[in-house]
């Protein structure tokens, strides 16, 4: 399994940015996908999640009304479209995929299974 994060940049408070993680390796359109992010000195957290079918989503509190998550399970891709970005938003994030059969959309690291190698994401005041 194989996960490749893009997108990210620096971007002025307030701006936007779209972030795309292409997968391969596995029949994606069977597993839950995730966001997450990791400050500096900072634990990973959950950002956003989405289900199978992609009729199911699931946003941490801090990005809910700024953030929305969807998917191409034809082209194997899930993207995070960030808006009204904040400072408090720079972190590198990751995508990751949940390789198991589980029915809900799970916001804790350990229940994801594969990781991309992340991208930087930088918001200037």
């Known amino acids: 399994v194989q996960l490749q994060a ?57 990005v809910k009304g700024r953030f929305a998550i969807s998917r191409d399970n034809a082209k194997k891709t899930v993207d995070l479209h960030m808006g009204s970005l904040k400072p408090d938003d720079t972190a590198v994030y990751y995508c990751a995929v949940d390789y198991s059969r589980r029915l809900f959309i799970a916001t804790t690291p350990a229940y994801y299974d594969y990781w991309g190698q992340g991208t930087q994401v930088t918001v200037s005041s």
Request: glycine fraction near 20%; charged fraction near 15%.
């Open 6 to 62: 893009s997108g990210g940049g620096l971007v002025q408070a307030g701006g936007s940015l779209r972030l795309s993680c292409a997968a391969s390796g596995l029949t994606f359109s069977t597993y839950i996908m995730g966001w997450f992010r990791q400050a500096p000195g900072k634990e990973r957290e959950f950002v956003a999640g989405i289900g199978r079918s992609g009729s199911s989503t699931s946003y941490a509190d801090s």
